[in-house]
C-alpha cells in the first residue's frame, strides 16, 4: 500500500509541476504578476519566468518518471516551501479575518508542501520509481 501511496504522491507533484510550468510558459504575464504580488519581485522578469517554465516542466517530468530524485525530491520541496511562504497570509489566515490580502484558494499550498515533504522523507520506498529500477 505504501508503494502505491508513494508512487501517487510523487505523480501528484510532478504533474502540478508540469501545470505551474506551463503556465509560465504560455502566460508569461501571468507569471511575473505573480512574482511581483507574492515574491516581492523576484523573477519578475519574462526572460526568467521563461526559463522557470521549463526547468519546472522538466523537473515535473523527472518527478513522474521518478528519475534524479536526490535532486528532483529536494527541489520540488523547496518551491513548495517557497510557494507557502509566498502565501503565508492566507495559510494562517484563509477568509481574511484578521489579516489583509488573502485568499482561502491558497490555503492548499500548504498541504502541497506536506506532500512534498512526506514524499521526500519516503523516497527509499518508492520502489516503482526509473531510478529504483536502475539500481536493481
Known amino acids: 500500500m505504501k508503494t502505491f501511496a508513494v508512487l501517487f504522491l510523487r505523480v501528484s507533484m510532478g504533474w502540478l509541476q508540469v501545470l505551474w510550468g506551463i503556465d509560465k510558459l504560455v502566460n ?3 507569471g511575473v504578476r505573480v512574482s ?7 523573477g519578475a522578469n519574462a526572460t526568467i519566468q521563461t526559463v522557470f517554465g521549463g526547468l519546472q516542466v522538466l523537473l515535473g517530468v523527472l ?3 521518478g528519475l534524479f530524485r536526490r535532486v528532483a525530491y529536494p527541489a520540488q520541496t523547496l518551491i513548495a516551501a517557497a510557494t507557502a511562504l509566498g502565501v503565508w ?5 484563509p477568509w481574511g479575518w484578521f489579516l489583509e490580502g488573502t485568499n482561502v484558494l491558497f490555503y492548499p499550498s500548504l498541504i502541497v508542501l506536506a506532500a512534498a515533504l512526506v514524499l521526500q522523507s519516503f523516497k527509499d520506498d518508492d520502489v516503482l520509481s526509473l531510478d529504483s529500477r536502475r539500481t536493481r
Not at 36 to 42: C, P, Q, S, T
Not at 89 to 93: C, L, T
Open 28 to 30: 508569461v504575464e501571468h
Open 36 to 42: 511581483e504580488a507574492f515574491y516581492m519581485g523576484l
Open 63 to 65: 518527478l513522474i518518471v
Open 89 to 93: 497570509k492566507s495559510i494562517i489566515d
